[in-house]
Each structure stands twice: as C-alpha cells, then as structure tokens.
C-alpha cells in the first residue's frame, strides 16, 4: 500500500487555483483606480483554493479502488475510510464557511455550492461522470471554469458579455485538458474499468476529437486575449508581443516536432493553440496580476505568489513527457 502523500490535496490545487483568477483580476482591473480591496481579493483567492481541493479529494477518495490497483500514488490509498470521509467534509465546510464570510450573500453560495455538487458528481457515484464517456469531457468545464467565473461576477458585481467569452474560451480549454490525459491514462483506465470517453469509443475518436477541440481552442484563445486586450491597455502589450513571437516560434516547434525528443504533446496540439493558449490561459493570471499590482501596490504579494506558481507550472509543463 503506497505511503500517505497529503501534500497532493494541495498542492495540485495551489497551482491550478491561480488558472480561476483571470475573471476575478479582470473585475478588479475594471473597478474605479483606487478601490481594489486586497484583502478580499485574497480570501477569493482562497476560496478558490479550498474549492479545487474539495473537488481533488473527491476525485482521490472515488478513484483509491482504481488507483490502488494501477498501482498509483494517491492521498486516500493509505487512510482509512472514517478519515478520508472526514477530510473530505471538513474541506467542504471550510469552502462553504469562507464562500460566507466572503460573500454573505446566497446567491454566491448557491452558485458555490452547485460547484461543489458538480465536481462532486464529475468524481462520485452515483453520477460520476468521468466514467460516461463523452459526459466527463462535457461536464468538466462546468466546476472547473464556468462556476468560478460566475461567482467571481457576482461577488463584484460586474456583469458583462466579456466575461461570457472568457468562461466559454477557458470551458474549451478545460475540455482539451480533460481529454488529454484521458488519452494519456487510456491503458490505465481500461485496466482500472473506468469507462472515459478513450475507453468507451476508442483512441483513434478521441484522437480526433482532441485535434477538433484544440483548433477550437486556438480560436477561443485568441479571441479571449482579445478582449483582455480590448479591456486592460496594458495588455495590449503582452499580446502584441505574442504575435511577433509567433513565427520565430513556430519555426522553432516544427524543429522539435520533428526530432526524437517529440511527446504526445508535440504531436497531438497544434502550434496555435500550445503558443496562444500557453499565454492567454496559463499566463493571463500573471499578467493581470502584475498589472493590478502597479495600479494598487497592495495587490504586490498576489502578483508574486501568482507569478512564482505560473512560472513554475510552465516549466513542468515545457520539460514533462507524457510518453
């Protein structure tokens, strides 16, 4: 039996948690010059963080069968049942108790708690949706960006179209993720019984699928960082710096995809989508927070946390080799 490893429970979530900032920074960047609230930001932050490691312990405690006997290293496999329900339960409290003290208003903990309900039911029986074929690809994005987007309008109170691209751009981004590493984990989960859309209709389908997907991810990137740029003038820079770079870089990622060093990565995204979402999905949240950090200086540790846990993240991501 592998060894208790607690620190996944966070530290997934710390990283991706700073992937849910980019609505929430563009709500502050939007607000009068002056008004950012740092300390409120910051338990929205945490917030945020708390949620994602719900939805991980959730994930550990219906995946310990399967991962015990893919031999994989998870949080549950070595606690007890009573221990495990009781870290997933606190965690869920702490969500709910922060959302409240944040918010203190039902409508957000409404929306926070349909989060909670829907990572829960991507996860758990009875719905589990990761086992349902093309269901897992299509429910995912709901927690994982189209709830966080949504509380982070209501909680500052700032509502607009804009904000309806950026959930839509970073729900097909979440979708390409999923379906990734259901590819990637395809042996696994045909080992394990777990009926994810790979498993269910084929790799060669959920190749292709991944390939349609990412086109489309190409263009919703793109159109996000757009908007971002169309609402934060100082990220017209970023952005026009990108698509210099763009071709210099294609020229440079045609070499690697055609060296032995190639992963499935290289092979299965196109340049488009790894350069532009690279940028704008991975790299917004850094970007905005700088930017909010030279507008109000209290915002200065956020953009330092965020920018340390961005770059990090970009370098496991450059030097991982799925196979």
């Known amino acids: 039996m592998p060894p208790f490893d607690g620190l996944r429970i966070i530290r997934g979530p710390l990283y991706k948690s700073t992937l849910l900032l980019t609505a929430p920074l563009l709500c502050v960047l939007l607000l009068t010059p002056g008004s950012a609230d740092a300390p ?3 338990m929205f932050f945490l917030n945020m963080f708390l949620y994602l490691c719900f939805a991980y312990a959730v994930n550990d405690w219906a995946d310990r069968e399967a991962d015990l006997a893919a031999g994989k290293r998870r949080t549950f496999s070595s606690l007890p049942a009573s221990t495990a329900r009781a870290i997933v339960a606190a965690l869920l409290l702490a969500t709910l108790a922060v959302g409240y003290r944040l918010s203190r208003s039902w409508l957000y903990i409404g929306v926070l708690s349909t989060g909670l309900l829907l990572g829960a039911a991507y996860s758990a029986r009875p719905f589990r949706f990761k086992g349902r074929g093309i269901w897992g690809v299509i429910i995912a994005p709901l927690p ?3 709830i966080p987007v949504c509380l982070a309008c209501i909680h500052y109170r700032r509502f607009g179209w804009y904000f309806l691209v950026v959930a839509l751009a970073e729900s097909v981004k979440n979708a390409i993720d999923i379906l990734f590493h259901q590819i990637v984990d395809y042996q696994n989960d045909r080992n394990s019984g777990i009926g994810t859309f790979p498993v269910a209709r084929g790799v060669e ?3 292709l699928l991944l390939h349609r997907l990412a086109a489309g991810g ?9 908007i971002l740029a169309w609402l934060v003038t100082e990220y017209r820079w970023i952005l026009g710096v990108a698509c210099l770079l763009a071709v210099p870089a294609a020229l440079l990622g045609r070499r690697l995809n055609s060296s032995p060093r190639a992963g499935f990565a290289e092979l299965n995204l ?13 790299q917004s949240p850094m970007w905005l927070s700088g930017i909010a950090a030279w507008r ?10 965020v920018a340390i846990l961005t770059v990090s993240q970009t370098a496991f991501y450059l030097r991982y080799r799925y196979y």
């Open 205 to 207: 389908p959920a190749r």
């Open 144 to 146: 994982g960006k189209v």
């Open 296 to 305: 109000s200086p209290s915002l200065l540790p956020l953009a330092a946390v």
């Open 218 to 226: 190409t263009l919703a990137a793109i159109s996000m960082g757009t």
């Open 270 to 282: 196109p340049f488009g989508y790894v350069w532009f979402g690279g940028i704008v999905f991975l």
């Open 40 to 42: 409120t930001f910051y």
